[in-house]
């Protein structure tokens, strides 16, 4: 490209007076065409550009993935810290067994009472044969009268003692004949003790005689064990009521001689019906253990009525009957256990937690429990903690101070309580697992 020399001057107009200045060169440049600039479609980005492109954004991109992951850690931590949750949690509840309170032959079982049946409280589960109770009803009735009118007397023999000792001497001879007409009745009832002690021998010695006849068939083989079993028992049985029998013959003789003593005390009372004073005493003493006696006999019937309606078999509460074992036929005893009742209206949860869940842990805390039966979530609130971890109530108890020791995390029960109707339908039943979930704040 050429050159061009182009020298300047101030802009004066006069040059006459300005020093020779060294001319200073410009570059010439050549004009050039005005090109009008056109939008062109743009071309798609190669792989290589692309991934230029998503370098470029890394760093917004990462900024967005870090503040996602910190919410999620945060809510995370905020959700797990208000809340405890164990699968180590089942249904409790109570099982009330029933039992037989007097001995018997149990005669009837109601149709009803059945394993996994409900019965109702106040149901007639079963009866044992009330004829033996019946009786010895009967039996206290009769003495408590007698007594009763022992004691009507000798109130009334106070009040004739006092009124003059004329007619003394008429109520004294009066006794002697009571206490001889008692001597008739207690001799009557020891000869009925003797009667009964006879028959319960007799049964006894057929029993035994069967028992020793079973005992040597068992010894060859030829009869099963409980057939055997089932033979002593009776023979065990008669025993017994010979020992009973036994007993109720020395107690009639013993009523025979306090007859007998009633007798000679009667007859002191004739000689001796010529001092006022004394029988007048005499007289209030003996209301007084007429009274006793006669409440002594009232006992002894309310005992018997009580034996009475023990026959009757009642179901305490309402629930489900389990392990049922009474049968028709069955001889029973007191205390023997018949039959299980789960009342299914009255349970709880009973959660194991570990004991470094237990920091928030407090009584009134809501309560989430998700059945694994019927895959559905009750509400509660924890009603109380456990004393003691589950190892302390094991059989074997970890000894820690032996020197084999070895750090367990160990679990606490904690007792939950369902909210009012949560279980209406009674779903829950003692033994199911469930799920916990404790809100802490």
């Known amino acids: 490209m050429a050159q061009q020399t182009i020298e300047t001057y101030p802009a004066t107009g006069n040059t006459d007076h300005l020093p020779n200045r060294k001319p200073v060169e410009i570059p010439h440049r050549e004009p050039h065409s005005v090109i009008h600039e056109e939008k062109l479609p743009q071309a798609p980005l190669t792989p290589r550009q692309k991934i230029v492109e998503a370098v470029k954004r890394r760093p917004a991109i990462f900024a967005l993935a870090l503040v996602a992951v910190v919410a999620i850690v945060l809510g995370s931590w905020l959700y797990f810290s208000s809340y405890e949750e164990t699968d180590d949690a089942q249904v409790d509840g109570h099982l009330d067994p029933i039992s037989a309170r007097i001995s018997g032959t149990v005669v009837s079982v109601n149709p009803a009472v059945e394993d996994n049946h409900f019965v109702v409280a106040g149901t007639v589960l079963a009866e044992i044969d009330p004829a033996d109770y019946q009786a010895e009803v009967d039996r206290a009735r009769a003495e408590y009268q007698r007594l009763q009118a022992s004691a009507s007397a000798a109130q009334q023999d106070i009040t004739v003692t006092s009124s003059g000792s004329a007619g003394r001497l008429n109520l004294s001879q009066a006794a002697v004949h009571e206490a001889q007409d008692s001597i008739a009745s207690e001799r009557a009832a020891l000869d009925a ?71 000679a005390e009667r007859k002191a009372d004739v000689l001796v019906a010529g001092s006022a004073p004394e029988q007048v005493k005499s007289s209030i003493a003996k209301a007084a253990a007429a009274v006793s006696e006669a409440d002594r006999a009232r006992a002894q019937l309310t005992t018997a009525e009580l034996n009475l309606s023990y026959s009757k078999i009642i179901a305490p509460v ?46 009134g805390q809501p309560v989430t429990i998700h059945l694994d039966s019927y895959d559905r979530d009750y509400h509660g609130q924890v009603d109380a903690i456990g004393g003691a971890t589950g190892s302390r109530f094991s059989l074997l108890p970890p000894e820690n101070a032996t020197g084999n020791y070895v750090k367990v995390v160990q679990r606490i029960p904690v007792r939950i309580l369902l909210s009012p109707g949560e279980n209406s339908d009674h779903l829950l039943r003692p033994g199911m697992s469930v799920e916990a979930h404790v809100k802490l704040r």
């Open 193 to 263: 003790a003797q009667a009964r002690l006879a028959q319960a021998e007799a049964s006894y010695s057929r029993a035994e005689a069967d028992r020793q006849r079973y005992e040597r068939l068992l010894a060859k083989h030829e009869i099963s064990q409980s057939e055997y079993d089932r033979i002593a028992t009776e023979s065990s049985t008669d025993r017994e009521a010979v020992n009973a029998a036994r007993a109720e013959l020395v107690t009639a003789q013993i009523r025979v001689t306090q007859a007998e003593s009633r007798l």
């Open 318 to 363: 309402s629930g489900i009957i389990g392990r049922k074992v009474v049968e028709v036929g069955q001889r029973v005893q007191p205390g023997q256990q018949l039959l299980d009742i789960i009342p299914v209206d009255d349970v709880w949860v009973t959660a194991n937690f570990k004991e470094t869940q237990l920091k928030k842990m407090r009584p």
